[in-house]
């Protein structure tokens, strides 16, 4: 047992338990990990999960969250799912790093996502917008809006952070980051039921082939790089560039694909998952939509979008803000406890795994009124007054916050605001899209949609 519970202090409600059968547990993960999620965590402040004896305990309190996530950031370690699931592919790179490794990684990149750095990305995410709409205005047949997007912001981060590089088939990386992530439903099920590594799951050859590729792919821009005597002053050239100011060695050429091939992952399929689902609500709700394109003809005047207009388009960030409250593209943080620490009324023992599911605190019923319900309003400034800082948390909390929140914010921003205003998608089907959890929230079907030039009112 991971957890004692201090039952003096324990308020009512504050804690529900439940369990589940392993068998069901397992085919519930691999129909969709989502599914497997107890629906308590939908109501409840902590649930605490047993499956044959394991327990793990899910955080949805804000100020919980808080407590965990921030004030004991330093006690809790990423874990074994996160090392399992994500390590054979991105290493030890900033995302799956600990410790010193990571505050290291951490600093040495930082200074390439601060704003006036972010403000120089803006015509990249700009052009790639436009390169996007001018695809969709030359098509015809419907367009998988994921696969879109995804293409959108891969080129956007391979610009930004790489400085270009055409040598990377973006197909290819697209169907080796698929291929990877498919089969990690195994990995999660095997792992949350002890199964031991070497039992056989469907996928895993093609996913190490797809890291193969990857990571091979990756390091050869690195040896490139480091053959070239030019620099770029971008991502790339930060990671060459940073010393451990422990040790003052620099980073082996491992490490950069580590960090690149992070980069390159959590910073494209994220942002065009956030847009795929963003493009789905607005296609549902005309009156938002219009809402959006007003926004837009006012800043614009009329004019091509420029990357001065992107900060002053407030409403379609808050319509960026509340779709990823209904489908945020990392739904689920995990987290181990390596140093004991009290959270609320429970002693958390080394090795309890914690999860913080984003997406049931983000439409949890006790935070949110009607949470089911499209309201880009709720982020207005007025609207978020009252509201825990914590309820909301599509980038995560504390030290591990995500590094690109504000690239990403942005860059959703301008991709909006340069497509929509020429053309009108509709999704192909009327049935309601089902999100899926591959690490990611990924559509569980493609959704697909037509694009048709927008008439002037
Ligand atoms: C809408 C888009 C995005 C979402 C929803 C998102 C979400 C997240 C979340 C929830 C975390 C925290 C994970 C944890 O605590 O375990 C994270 C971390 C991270 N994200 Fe993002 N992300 C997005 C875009 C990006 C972009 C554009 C980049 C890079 C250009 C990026 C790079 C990273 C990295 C490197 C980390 C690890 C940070 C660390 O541990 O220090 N992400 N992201």
Redesign the pocket.
């Known amino acids: 047992m991971n957890i004692a519970v201090n039952q003096a202090q324990l308020e009512a409600g504050d804690l529900v338990e439940t369990r589940r059968s392993p068998l069901g547990l397992f085919a519930a993960i691999l129909r969709n990990p989502l599914t497997a999620l107890p629906p308590e965590i939908f109501r409840e402040k902590l649930v605490l999960a047993s499956v044959a004896g394991r327990q793990s305990l899910y955080v949805c309190d804000p100020p919980l969250i808080q407590e965990a996530l921030v004030r004991n950031a330093a006690s809790l370690g ?1 874990g074994e799912i996160a090392r399992k699931v994500l390590g054979p592919a991105l290493g030890d790179g ?2 799956t790093a600990e410790g010193a490794h ?1 505050r290291w990684q ?1 600093q040495s990149v930082a200074a390439g996502f601060q704003h006036e750095k972010l403000i120089g990305f803006l015509p990249a995410m700009i052009g790639a917008a436009e390169d996007t709409k001018k695809r969709w205005q030359s098509m015809t047949a419907p367009l998988d809006i994921g696969h879109e997007m995804m293409r959108t912001t891969f080129a956007i ?1 391979v610009e930004t ?1 790489l400085s270009g590089s055409a040598s990377l088939d973006v197909g290819r990386v697209e169907r080796s980051i698929t291929d990877y992530l498919e089969p990690t439903s195994y990995v999660f099920a095997y792992t949350m039921l002890g199964l031991p590594e070497w039992v056989p799951y469907p996928g895993r050859v093609r996913a190490r082939a797809a890291t193969g590729y990857l990571r091979e792919s990756i390091g050869e821009l690195v040896t490139a790089r480091r053959a070239g005597a030019s620099r770029r002053g971008d991502l790339l050239d930060m990671l060459l560039d940073a010393t451990d100011p422990e040790t003052g060695r620099a980073m082996q050429d491992s490490e950069i694909v580590d960090n690149l091939l ?2 390159i992952t ?2 494209h399929e ?2 065009a998952l ?1 847009l795929a689902w963003t493009l789905h609500l607005l296609a549902e709700h005309p009156s938002v939509e219009q809402q959006v394109l007003d926004e837009i003809a006012r800043v614009t005047q009329g004019t091509a979008l420029a990357p001065e207009h992107v900060g002053q388009l407030s409403f379609t960030k808050a319509v960026f803000q509340e779709s ?1 409250r209904l489908y ?3 739904p689920v ?1 995990t987290r181990q406890v390596e140093k004991p620490f009290d959270l609320g009324s429970l002693s958390l023992c080394e090795g309890t795994v914690l999860y913080v599911p984003i997406q049931a605190v983000h439409r949890h019923e006790k935070l949110w009124t009607e949470p089911e319900r499209f309201d880009p309003t709720r982020f207005l400034p007025e609207a978020s007054k009252g509201r825990h800082r914590y309820a909301y948390l ?3 909390a504390g030290p ?6 504000a ?2 914010t942005m860059e959703a921003v301008a991709i909006l605001a340069a497509l929509l205003p020429s053309l009108k998608l509709a999704p192909v089907s009327r049935e309601a899209p089902e999100p899926s959890l591959k690490i990611t929230l990924r559509p569980r079907r493609p959704l697909m949609m037509t694009a048709s030039e927008r008439r002037a009112a």
């Not at 591990?400 to 929140?405: E, V, Y």
Request: charged share 10%; aromatic share 14%; with cysteine.
């Open positions: 990423k900033l995302l990571w951490r981060i952070m992070t980069f959590a910073g994220t942002t956030g990823m945020p593209p990392a943080i599509p980038f995560g591990r916050i995500c590094i690109g929140s690239f990403a």
